[in-house]
């Protein structure tokens, strides 16, 4: 669980850098280091990736996700989405 708390908490000091450049907190070299840093984090978490997004039971809809769908029914439900659930294929306008 500390890599998962020390990837989020990269992820969002890389996505909102402004405050601790503004504030000279790190420099350019230091914030590559982190941007380094993160990969590894995702690195080590990938083969935990499946396991831990089922850990929250996130309906898949929620996700959008059809290729990790709990049945293991990812090509049927791609299938079904195209079919049934977009607007543009139900539709007889353009």
Same mark, same amino acid.
């Given at each position: +669980? ?7 908490? @990269?992820?969002?000091?890389? @996505? %909102?850098?402004?405050? +601790? ?13 982190? !941007?380094?840093?993160?990969? @590894?984090?995702? !690195? ?25 769908? %709990?049945?293991?029914? @990812? %090509?049927? &439900? ?11 294929? &139900?539709?007889?306008?353009?």
């Amino acid at each position: +669980m500390e890599t998962v708390c020390c990837l989020f908490a @990269a992820d969002r000091l890389i @996505a %909102y850098p402004q405050g +601790m450049f503004e504030s000279e907190f790190i420099k350019g070299s230091q914030f590559k280091l982190l !941007k380094d840093r993160k990969n @590894a984090l995702m !690195k080590l978490v990938r083969n935990d990736a499946i396991g831990l997004v089922d850990a929250f039971i996130i309906p898949d809809n929620t996700l959008k996700s059809a290729i990790g769908v %709990y049945d293991g029914s @990812a %090509y049927e &439900t791609l299938w079904d989405w195209v079919n049934n659930k977009n607007r543009v294929n &139900t539709t007889d306008e353009i």
